[in-house]
């Protein structure tokens, strides 16, 4: 499958530059992934109207990338599992020990990593 095919989520996802979840949906689109900001504001991303929730996503999503906190994550873990993606990437800061053994539960393969590094380094 091309990485044209491959669909990423990016929770947390800010319209702010500076932010790094910002800046992965801008590597990541000039990776060539489908890219799918998940925020509850209402600005776009990089050109791209966000998506405010998981539930909304019709996409089948390869990888969700996480930038929330563990609390934050842990009031989405229902549609964080009905996702259902073939991969999770904890980003420093996001980890979550009890969502992580629920993903691994489920069968989904669980990563702490930076997708940042992750893509620089060509490791995504």
């Known amino acids: 499958m091309n990485k ?18 910002y800046q992965c949906v801008e ?9 799918v900001p998940v925020t509850p ?12 929730d998981l539930s909304s996503i019709s996409d089948k ?21 009905n996702l259902n993606p073939k991969r999770i990437i904890f980003n420093p800061g996001s980890e ?5 053994e629920k993903c691994i539960a489920q069968g989904i393969r669980i990563e702490n990593a930076c997708t940042l590094v992750l893509l620089n380094t060509e490791q995504f």
């Open 4 to 21: 044209e095919n491959k669909t990423v989520a990016v929770l947390g996802a800010s319209s702010k530059p500076d932010r790094y979840s």
């Open 27 to 35: 590597l990541l689109l000039q990776h060539g992934y489908n890219v």
């Open 41 to 52: 504001a209402k600005q776009q991303i990089c050109g791209i109207e966000p998506t405010s």
């Open 61 to 81: 999503v390869d990888t969700l990338t996480m930038y929330v906190n563990p609390k934050r994550s842990s009031d989405m873990e229902e549609d964080i599992l």
């Open 96 to 100: 979550n020990s009890d969502l992580e």
